[in-house]
C-alpha cells in the first residue's frame, strides 16, 4: 500500500501569491489532518477533515482554507502569503493512528 | 491547556551509548493518549509509538523503550547502544480521546539526538 503521499514536494511562492497543497491518505482512510512546522519547532495543527467535512481548526488565520474531496484527498490552500508562512507543511492521515507524508516544503520570498 | 514539554534541545552521544529522551505533558483529559516521532532530515514524521492513558505498562521494542509515569505526568523514551542512524530530532506528542471529533495532535518542540561514531 502507498504511504501518504503529498505534492509539490518542494514549492517557491511570492509574498502576496497564492499556494494550493495537495495531499493523497492511505487507501482507506478518512479522516486527513494538515500541520505547519516552522524550521526548528514541533508541527502546528492546522485542519482535521473526516468524510469531507472539517472537523477541527488550529489558530491560523483565514487566509488558510482547506476542503477534502469524495475519494479522501485534500487541498490546502492559502492566500496572500507572508514570509511567515515559510514552513514544512505536513499532512497525516489517520484510522487508529496517525501516518505522515513526506511533506511539502514551501518558501515564501 | 494541553501542552507538551520536551526540555532537551539538543543531545549528542557516541554510538553504543544509551539515551533518554524526556517528555512531560499537561491535560486536563483523562483519556489520552501520547506518541512518539521521529523525523530524519528527510522531513517525513516516522511514528514509533502510541500509549493511551489507561496503558502505564513500559514497552520494549528492540533498543528502543518507553517509561510513562501518570503521577509525573512524564514518558520518557531511551535508545540503548545508540547508533549513527539514530540520529534525528524526535517528536512527543499528544492527543486528547475526541471520538470522531477532532483529535489534533499537540507537539513538543522536538529533541535533536546526534550520535557520533
Known amino acids: 500500500d502507498a504511504g501518504v503521499t503529498q505534492s509539490p514536494t518542494h514549492l517557491i511562492k511570492t509574498r502576496g501569491q497564492h499556494v494550493t497543497l495537495r495531499c493523497s491518505p492511505i487507501?482507506?482512510?478518512?479522516?486527513v489532518s494538515w500541520y505547519q512546522q516552522v524550521l526548528g519547532q514541533g508541527p502546528q495543527f492546522i485542519f482535521q477533515?473526516?468524510?469531507?467535512?472539517?472537523?477541527g481548526r488550529g489558530n491560523f488565520p483565514d487566509r488558510f482554507s482547506a476542503r477534502q474531496f469524495p475519494n479522501y484527498s485534500s487541498e490546502l490552500n492559502v492566500n496572500a502569503l507572508l514570509l511567515g508562512d515559510s514552513a514544512l507543511y505536513l499532512c497525516a492521515s489517520r484510522l487508529n493512528g496517525y501516518t505522515f507524508g513526506s511533506g511539502t516544503r514551501l518558501t515564501v520570498v | 491547556a494541553q501542552k507538551v514539554t520536551q526540555a532537551q534541545t539538543e543531545i549528542s552521544v557516541v554510538e553504543k551509548e544509551d539515551v533518554t529522551l524526556d517528555c512531560v505533558y499537561e491535560t486536563r483529559d483523562t483519556t489520552y493518549y501520547l506518541f512518539w516521532y521521529k523525523q530524519p532530515p528527510s522531513g517525513e514524521l516516522v511514528f514509533l509509538i502510541r500509549r493511551n492513558s489507561f496503558d502505564e505498562q513500559n514497552e520494549i521494542s528492540g533498543r528502543y523503550s518507553w517509561n510513562f509515569q501518570k503521577s509525573t505526568s512524564s514518558f520518557n523514551f531511551t535508545i540503548t547502544a545508540s547508533q549513527v542512524v539514530d540520529s534525528a530530532v524526535y517528536f512527543c506528542a499528544l492527543s486528547e480521546d475526541a471520538g470522531g471529533a477532532t483529535n489534533k495532535l499537540i507537539f513538543g518542540t522536538g529533541t535533536l539526538l546526534a550520535v557520533q561514531p
Open positions: 477533515y473526516y468524510e469531507k467535512e472539517e472537523r
Open positions: 487507501s482507506g482512510h478518512k479522516s
